[in-house]
């Protein structure tokens, strides 16, 4: 037994995958601006096997931090949700940005809803550097990291993860609700959801709902255990008994495995959120910078939160919801159940059972046996991933010739109108990555290229090992 309590642990091997993300300036604050054109058609339909067919409206909200600019990205996600669930129960969506919404913003989104619709800005000082930061130390990070991780250069993006771990639940438009889904741009949700998760999570108790997870990036993070650690010395009453410690650990909390729960989509509890217990937990990570001097993510610190304070029985993955974020997809497993459901995903792009998913894990935490279809997926899962692979090279074959043909037409350019960066590149047979890095400040017509040969520098998933990052679990 650790401080952590007794728990579960395993061995498995571990993984980084980076999620995509949105990056916001800061803002400044701006009174909310609020729709009523609440117009719902009550009750649900047919199969529910999970919450009861109940047409009670739980006290809660949709959570979307985004901006003007994507608007169109975003409609798609809320019409998928509306269609999928919301147009049968009502529910109301908060909108959050950095700068006030445009009319056009605010007239399309609340046409699409069934529910109120509230828009508010984020205050200041929940998008700023606190006191104690420094940010001379906290720009050189930026700058080292710029090219080892995605968003290792973003100052924006750090302030995002903070904002998501331990503000967005104290917004005056977040304040009369009990319980929060957040929905991102660029999201699907593939099948029908004959319940109603808000009401299933209320009334078993339930405080925190995924449905995928995975491995966190870890050079994002080099300290976050550590820190976590201490705090748990600190205050160790708020570990609960009974966590799940197993699923975030694999030596009984000695390390931190990186599994978390992908937190561009949760199912919530507020007053959790809101307590004394998480409260603690946040303010002491937050005091020692991480989220400016490393990256640290909202996914983890959440996840971390998750698996700590609650027992394992108040979290809870919801196999029904197929949920689309690019680049993972979780789709329910058995023809069956997709077919009652109506869904329309690829089970073979299903990330449940993939090599670097940590569903498995959750699975053997709660002793939950697996889904009936999961030994017939496994194959198709492997014959995706060949395919992934095969086209990841032809993608890489393409951006290779397209940087060779970029570069020779900048060869037979005017040279007058090149900069010395410029010329001095051209006259290398083989330009490496930092002289497109230099180019990128430079040139416009290079962005894509520089975009990519980052990418490939810093994501320690080479191409060459496409294949085992998609490959099917055995076990």
């Known amino acids: 037994m650790s401080a952590f309590g007794p728990n579960i642990g395993s061995n498995r091997k571990q993984g980084v995958l980076i999620a995509i993300l949105y990056e916001f300036p800061r803002p400044d604050f701006f009174p909310p601006v609020t729709y009523n054109d609440f117009s719902a058609s009550w009750g649900q339909r047919g199969h529910n096997e999970i919450a009861g067919n109940d047409s009670r409206q739980t006290n809660a909200t949709f959570v979307t931090l985004t901006r003007n600019s994507d608007l169109w990205e975003l409609v798609k996600s809320i019409r998928s949700v509306e269609d999928r669930f919301n147009r049968h129960h009502g529910y109301d969506w908060v909108f959050l940005n950095d700068v006030p919404f445009d009319e056009e913003f605010k007239n399309v989104t609340s046409s699409l809803t069934s529910g109120n619709t509230y828009y508010g800005l984020v205050p200041k000082e929940h998008w700023s550097y606190p006191d104690w930061i420094d940010q001379r130390q906290a720009a050189q990070t930026r700058r080292e990291t710029a090219t080892q991780y ?66 966190e990036f870890e050079v994002t993070i080099p300290s976050l255990w550590n820190t976590v650690k201490s705090f748990v010395k600190t205050h160790p009453e708020h570990v609960a008994q009974g966590n799940s410690l197993g699923f975030i650990s694999d030596d009984d909390g000695e390390t931190y495995n990186g599994c978390h729960f992908w937190s561009n989509f949760e199912i919530g509890s507020l007053d959790w959120l809101r307590s004394q217990q998480y409260l603690d937990f946040f303010n002491f990570l937050d005091k020692q910078g991480g989220f400016f001097y490393e990256r640290w993510g909202d996914a983890p610190v959440h996840s971390i939160a998750a698996s700590l304070m609650l027992k394992k029985e108040e979290v809870h993955f919801f196999n029904e919801i197929a949920y689309y974020h690019p680049p993972f997809m979780h789709c329910p497993t058995g023809e069956p159940l997709k077919r009652e459901l109506k869904c329309h995903c690829n089970q073979r792009r299903n990330f449940d059972w993939m090599e670097w998913s940590c569903l498995p894990r959750f699975f053997e935490l709660h002793q939950l046996p697996k889904p009936s279809g999961y030994e017939e997926e496994l194959p198709l899962i492997a014959e995706e991933a060949d395919r992934i692979v095969e086209n990841d090279k032809i993608a890489q074959a393409d951006d290779i010739a397209e940087a060779e043909r970029m570069i020779e037409e900048q060869r037979v350019a005017e040279k007058a109108k090149l900069s010395g960066n410029q010329r001095a590149m051209l006259g290398k047979a083989k330009p490496s990555e930092a002289d497109f890095k230099v180019l990128r400040a430079e040139n416009a017509a290079w962005k894509r290229i520089v975009s990519y040969m980052m990418q490939r520098q810093r994501n320690p998933l080479r191409r060459s090992s496409q294949k085992e990052r998609w490959r099917p679990r055995t076990k």
Do not use: A
């Open 150 to 215: 995605m968003y290792g250069g973003s100052e924006s993006y750090r302030h995002m993860c903070r904002f998501f771990s331990g503000f967005f639940f104290r917004h005056e438009l977040l304040e009369k609700y009990e319980y929060y889904w957040r929905v991102e741009p660029e999201t699907e949700l593939f099948c029908d959801i004959d319940f109603d998760p808000f009401r299933f999570m209320k009334d078993n108790g339930k405080k925190y709902g995924f449905v995928i997870s995975q491995r």
